[in-house]
């Protein structure tokens, strides 16, 4: 299994703090990514990370931020959390490819709850 | 149009059988395209790549892709009730970076 491990693995917060998640590899993949996964929405990304300090946005970007400092740690934060944002969140990584793509491998997610 | 498509199912197949699950998606310059089971409550695992037209085998599972008719599907033969979980799609599409869309799943059900 690839060397991925989010944290934590469960937190219930209140509408309006701050919350960070904390996707830590062990693998030295380049390719970092957030996403969530809402019942029927599928899989939809936050943002992604291509290197350190290297960030963009993904399709459902608003009210979240991410920061890359190492290569092995990619951190969302939700800056004021809202009922909305309360969803399971995904961390997957991947190498960089020639020619071909390489595959994303997921973390085991974080279940958020914003009451 | 969604850019990844999945019947949601549930898709009910007796143990033994052979499970057929399609996938269409929308953009013609789509290169890869994976395969995830995902158990509920679970992450999603990788279990095919497919990149060129035509078959590819992996012990139980083929994946079959069409890039004419913009088809990947998933064929799971001798269908366990271990088997039974949802099964997303996935297109990997050229851009600035890695971009993969994700189907919403088809959910599988084996029947024992």
């Known amino acids: 299994d690839a060397g991925i491990t989010q944290s934590p693995r469960h937190k219930v917060t209140e509408t309006g703090t701050p919350v960070t998640l904390r996707c830590h590899q062990t693998?030295?993949?380049?390719?970092m990514y957030w996403y969530r996964q809402d019942p029927g929405h599928g899989l939809r990304l936050i943002h992604y990370s291509y290197g350190v300090k290297d960030t963009d946005k993904g399709e459902v970007s608003d009210g979240y931020s991410v920061s890359r400092s190492k290569t092995e740690d990619f951190l969302l934060t939700l800056e004021s959390a809202t009922s909305s944002q309360t969803s399971v969140y995904f961390c997957?990584?991947?190498?960089?490819?020639?020619?071909?793509?390489?595959?994303?491998?997921f973390g085991d997610g974080t279940r958020l709850s914003i009451l | 149009q969604k850019e990844v498509e999945q019947n949601s199912g549930p898709l009910s197949v007796p143990e033994g059988a052979i499970a057929s699950l399609n996938c269409t998606y929308s953009d013609r310059v789509s290169q890869s395209f994976f395969w995830y089971r995902q158990y509920s409550g679970k992450s999603p695992e990788l279990i095919m790549s497919i990149y060129s037209n035509g078959d590819k085998e992996d012990g139980r599972f083929t994946a079959q892709l069409n890039k004419a008719s913009q088809y990947v599907s998933l064929l799971i033969r001798d269908s366990q009730p271990s088997d039974s979980a949802t099964y997303l799609c996935?297109?990997?599409?050229?851009?600035?970076?890695?971009?993969?869309?994700f189907g919403t799943g088809t959910k599988l059900q084996v029947i024992p």
């Open positions: 693998e030295n993949h380049r390719y």
């Open positions: 997957a990584i991947s190498e960089s490819g020639v020619g071909l793509v390489e595959p994303q491998h």
């Open positions: 996935a297109v990997f599409q050229f851009g600035g970076y890695q971009k993969v869309t």
